[in-house]
Nanobody
Framework: QVQLVESGGGLVQAGGSLRLSCAAS????????LGWFRQAPGKEREFVAA????????YYANSVKGRSTISRDNGMNSVYLQMNSLKPEDTADYYC?????????????????WGQGTQVTVSS
């Protein structure tokens, strides 16, 4: 089993930046695709970004493309999400996820392991 723990959320003003971190334990995730999702109150969980096991391939939701960067450190068994130019509509709980695949899943069902989430609030 893979356990995932997110950190780095908080309250930030519109236009600001945050860096979310996710530390994995239980297994090395070097061969796993890793992703970030978010869920706003009353809405479904939605894809934000994903990175392949090697870190070579990444994919972003249109809503964050150009403002966010996903990265990973296999030595630290961790994945990160740098978010810039934050908007109030980015407010949500952000979840880290892992999938034991060499592909690049982009949906909730594509990921088997999930963290508990970290809250991001962007004030206008």
């Amino acid at each position: 089993q893979v356990q995932l723990v997110e950190s780095g959320g908080g309250l930030v003003q519109a236009g600001g930046s945050l860096r979310l971190s996710c530390a994995a334990s239980g297994r090395t995730v070097n061969s796993y695709a890793l992703g970030w999702f978010r869920q706003a109150p009353g809405k479904e969980r939605e894809f934000v970004a994903a990175i392949s096991w090697s870190g070579v391939s990444t994919y972003y939701a249109n809503s964050v493309k150009g403002r966010s960067t996903i990265s990973r450190d296999n030595g630290m068994n961790s994945v990160y999400l740098q978010m810039n130019s934050l908007k109030p509509e980015d407010t949500a709980d952000y979840y880290c996820a892992a999938a034991e695949t060499w592909g690049l899943p982009r949906s909730v069902v594509g990921f088997a392991f999930w963290g508990q989430g970290t809250q991001v609030t962007v004030s206008s």
